[in-house]
Each structure stands twice: as C-alpha cells, then as structure tokens.
C-alpha cells in the first residue's frame, strides 16, 4: 500500500479544532489498514506570525511542495489587523498558491436534503444541488499588469487593473473542467463576456476549441456570466461543471456556496499541473469559511467543510473515490439524523460540538466500512 504525504496547516481561529476532527479520521484510516497516511503539521497565517514574524516559514514552504497533499484550516483575525500587509495571515495562503503553481480552483456546491429548508431558495430548486465551479486562479485581472493608482490632477485619479489571460492558460483550465465533467454528468457551462471582453471572446474561442479537438463527447455551453448567475438562483441544478476566469470564479462562486444554505458547510481544492513523469499533481484542500474568531475555542465550529475538504483530497489526489463517496454519505447521514453544529441549527435539531459532529461522521464512515 502506497504512503501519501500530507502537510497539515491548521493556521488561526478555528483552524485548529476543526483539522483535529480530520487528523481523526486520517489516524483511524491508518489503524483499519484503509489507507496509509504520513502527517506533518506546520504553520500559517497569524500562529506564523506569532512563531517566525512571517505569515509561513520558509521550512513549512520546503514541506508543502514535498507534501502529495496540504491541507489548510484557515487564517487570520483581528489580533493581527496591525501587522505589516506583506506578513498578513493572508499572506501565506496566497504563497502557497503562487508557490506550488495552483491554477485550477474547485468549489463543489452541494446541498444536503436535511439543509434543503435552510437556503435562501425554494426547496425545489436547491434540493440534491450538486454542481461544481472551476475557477482559474493564477491569472486575469487579479494579477494583469499594468496595475496602478494614478493621480492625474485637480482632486483626480485613475485606477488601472488589466484583465490578461493567454490560450495557455485557457487550454489547462478547460481541461480541468471536461476531465471533471467526464466523472460526473458529462457537462460543461463556460461563462465570459464575450459581448464586452476580448478576454471573453478569446476565452470562448480557446474553449470551443479545446473541447471540438480533446472532448468531443463532453457537451460544452457557452453563457454570458451576468446571464450565468440569474440562472444560478433561478434553476442552479441546470448546471453540473461550470468553467470561468478568476474574477468571475470568485463571484459565482460565491453565489453558488450560499444556495446551499450555509457557507461553512462547503470544500474547496486547488489543482497544480498534473507531472508528466510521476502523474501527480500539487494540491492544497481547505474549507470556504474563514477562521471564525468569535468561536473560536469554543467547541461550536462546524468540521464538514474541514472533512469535506478532505474527501476531495481522497479524490481529487489519491484516487479514492469510492472511499470520498462514503465520507460525503456519512456526513449526509449525520445531517438527516438531526445533529447539528451551532452554524445550521434550526428548531427540532439536535445540537452538537464541534467534537461530537466529527466523532458521529467517523462512526457513521465506520458503519459504512462494517
């Protein structure tokens, strides 16, 4: 059985409570003889700050592109608002990314039948949702050039960000999305603004192209992203992949978290280039909500997303399939037993800590291995 190394960040707030609950599900995949799992836990954001007065160590980033895997709490909060920008908790997630090449971002939104009553849609439209946006995360107008602030004068200024994006850079995205499609439901939506963008109209031209030359069995739509998120509150089950540059990646996704009900129930991961040689890839796994400060300490975090977060890395890294599949089942058969975190209590619902949420999926996972 094949070793797989995972670094562990479980960075500030309530990163650590909840990369606990994992580190419990990983020593019992160890111990059933499941899986073989090698962990090193490190720092980030402000506990490296606290540490190494850097938001990661220069030694964390050695084991991070050693690691097959990193898998990331959450960064940051008040206590280090004061802190130079360049050293901010924030600071060395964005590294990370940079660092070990992550371009490809992927943010499932799933809504669980228990928490269908809990979005802010009708129950129809959001009950067994289950859709994924593939959002390119190293390039666009988050990191074009020219990028300035300029004063021209008279009480005047002008701002400059420059939306860029190579066939490239297109290519490997796209390619992304239709593999991904090829495991699920076998479609992609490509959102742009072809009609105001050249970005966009190249964007579209390089996809058409990808997908008529490598995926011809894939079917490809084409929709204008304004267009995209009407459709994504109005009938977001029509979707199944949907493909998108960084900036509208950002914001569709988040559109698509909060039909779920509750943004702290959602996983991300971020894909580096698959290696020609050793056909791996870098990849980072963390959860969308942030470090929650305000709880933290207090056993009233929620851990799905953390254990979600995990699944995608049995996945997306490992090729466990089947094994994620039984993590997603186990959480959605805690849920419709009624045990709920503080976050996603509601009336007739048990309530439980952070703790008793992780040790009711584990036994739930363990059912499913029986």
Same mark, same amino acid.
């Given at each position: 059985?094949?070793?797989?190394?995972?670094?562990?960040?479980?960075? =500030?707030?309530? !990163?650590?409570?909840?990369? !606990?609950?994992?580190?419990?599900?990983?020593?019992?995949?160890?111990? %059933?003889?499941? %899986?073989?799992?090698?962990? #090193?836990?490190?720092?980030?954001?402000?506990?490296?700050?606290?540490?190494?007065?850097?938001?990661?160590?220069?030694? #964390?980033? %050695?084991?991070?592109?050693?690691?097959?895997? $990193?898998?990331?709490?959450?960064?940051?909060?008040?206590?280090?608002?004061?802190?130079?920008?360049?050293?901010?908790?924030?600071?060395?997630?964005?590294?990370?990314?940079? #660092?070990?090449?992550?371009?490809?971002?992927?943010?499932?939104?799933?809504?669980?039948? &228990?928490?269908?009553?809990?979005?802010?849609?009708?129950?129809?439209?959001?009950?067994?949702?289950?859709?994924?946006?593939?959002?390119?995360?190293?390039? !666009?107008?988050?990191?074009?050039?020219?990028?300035?602030?300029? =004063?021209?004068?008279?009480?005047?200024?002008?701002?400059?960000?420059?939306?860029?994006? #190579?066939?490239?850079?297109?290519?490997?995205?796209?390619?992304?999305?239709?593999?991904? &499609?090829?495991?699920?439901?076998?479609?992609?939506?490509?959102?742009?603004?072809?009609?105001?963008?050249?970005?966009? /109209?190249?964007?579209?031209?390089?996809?058409?192209?990808?997908?008529?030359?490598?995926?011809?069995? /894939?079917?490809?739509?084409?929709?204008?992203?304004?267009?995209? !998120?009407?459709?994504?509150?109005?009938?977001?089950?029509?979707?199944? $992949?949907? $493909?998108?540059?960084?900036?509208?990646?950002?914001?569709?996704?988040?559109?698509a978290a909060m039909l779920t009900g509750s943004l702290g129930m959602l996983p991300s991961a971020s894909l580096g280039e698959v290696d020609v040689k050793t056909r791996k890839r870098k990849a980072l796994y963390e959860p969308v909500h942030g470090s929650a400060p305000d709880i933290a300490g207090k056993g009233l975090a929620?851990?799905?997303? @953390?254990?979600?977060?995990?699944?995608?890395?049995?996945?997306?890294?490992?090729?466990?399939?089947?094994?994620? =599949?039984?993590?997603?089942?186990?959480?959605?058969? $805690?849920?419709?037993?009624?045990?709920?975190?503080?976050?996603?209590?509601?009336?007739?619902?048990?309530?439980?800590?952070?703790?008793? @949420?992780?040790? %009711?999926?584990?036994?739930?996972?363990?059912?499913?291995?029986?």
């Amino acid at each position: 059985m094949a070793t797989h190394k995972l670094l562990l960040l479980p960075g =500030d707030g309530i !990163g650590p409570e909840v990369m !606990g609950e994992v580190k419990r599900l990983i020593d019992w995949l160890n111990a %059933a003889g499941i %899986a073989k799992f090698e962990t #090193d836990t490190g720092l980030v954001g402000g506990s490296a700050y606290d540490a190494h007065k850097v938001s990661i160590s220069e030694g #964390d980033m %050695a084991k991070a592109k050693d690691a097959d895997a $990193v898998i990331f709490g959450a960064v940051g909060g008040p206590k280090w608002d004061a802190v130079p920008y360049e050293v901010r908790p924030e600071a060395g997630l964005l590294r990370l990314r940079k #660092d070990l090449a992550l371009f490809a971002n992927l943010r499932p939104a799933v809504c669980y039948p &228990a928490l269908a009553d809990a979005s802010s849609l009708k129950r129809e439209a959001v009950e067994g949702l289950d859709i994924v946006i593939v959002r390119e995360l190293t390039g !666009g107008v988050y990191f074009g050039e020219p990028k300035t602030i300029t =004063d021209l004068g008279n009480g005047q200024k002008r701002a400059i960000d420059t939306q860029v994006y #190579d066939t490239y850079e297109i290519e490997r995205i796209g390619r992304v999305a239709f593999e991904l &499609a090829r495991k699920r439901k076998n479609k992609v939506t490509s959102m742009e603004k072809r009609n105001v963008m050249k970005s966009g /109209v190249l964007w579209n031209e390089v996809m058409t192209q990808v997908h008529k030359r490598e995926y011809p069995d /894939v079917t490809l739509e084409h929709q204008l992203a304004d267009s995209g !998120g009407m459709m994504l509150v109005k009938w977001p089950k029509q979707f199944d $992949v949907i $493909v998108t540059d960084n900036l509208f990646g950002d914001m569709l996704s988040d559109i698509a978290a909060m039909l779920t009900g509750s943004l702290g129930m959602l996983p991300s991961a971020s894909l580096g280039e698959v290696d020609v040689k050793t056909r791996k890839r870098k990849a980072l796994y963390e959860p969308v909500h942030g470090s929650a400060p305000d709880i933290a300490g207090k056993g009233l975090a929620n851990p799905i997303a @953390m254990i979600s977060s995990f699944g995608m890395a049995l996945r997306y890294s490992f090729d466990m399939g089947d094994l994620a =599949d039984k993590v997603d089942q186990a959480i959605a058969a $805690v849920l419709a037993s009624g045990l709920r975190t503080a976050d996603i209590k509601s009336e007739g619902t048990t309530s439980a800590s952070t703790t008793q @949420m992780g040790e %009711a999926i584990l036994k739930e996972l363990q059912k499913l291995h029986a």
